[in-house]
């Protein structure tokens, strides 16, 4: 679980460093960056984390189009697209026992 625990940390602050070096190309305000989504392509937040250096990760997705977006908000209200595709598909899956 740990194990686990650390890759997931380990990939989120990677997505930050990514953020901000695509900064200029990527992001916009925060307001912008939703709305865009939801109006071009039909995406609302499915999910939210906190990653290093008081940035959000969210992940948006549409039902209808399978289509996703993750983005990461920065302290200075900025929101980076880091990755987006299609084949959304929202799952429950039990966690793994403790070993």
């Not at 302290?75 to 990755?83: F, K, R, S």
Request: charged share 15%; glycine share 10%.
């Amino acid at each position: 679980m740990q194990k686990a625990l650390f890759k997931m940390t380990m990939g989120l602050g990677i997505m930050v460093l990514a953020a901000g070096q695509l900064h200029a190309r990527t992001c916009a305000p925060r307001d912008e960056v939703i709305k865009r989504l939801a109006e071009t392509y039909g995406e609302t937040r499915q999910g939210i984390g906190i990653a290093r250096q008081g940035a959000v990760m969210e992940v948006y997705a549409s039902d209808q189009s399978g289509s996703w977006t993750i983005t990461v908000t920065l302290p200075d209200g900025m929101t980076c697209l880091v990755a987006s595709g299609q084949a959304y598909e929202t799952i429950a899956e039990s966690l793994p026992p403790n070993t």
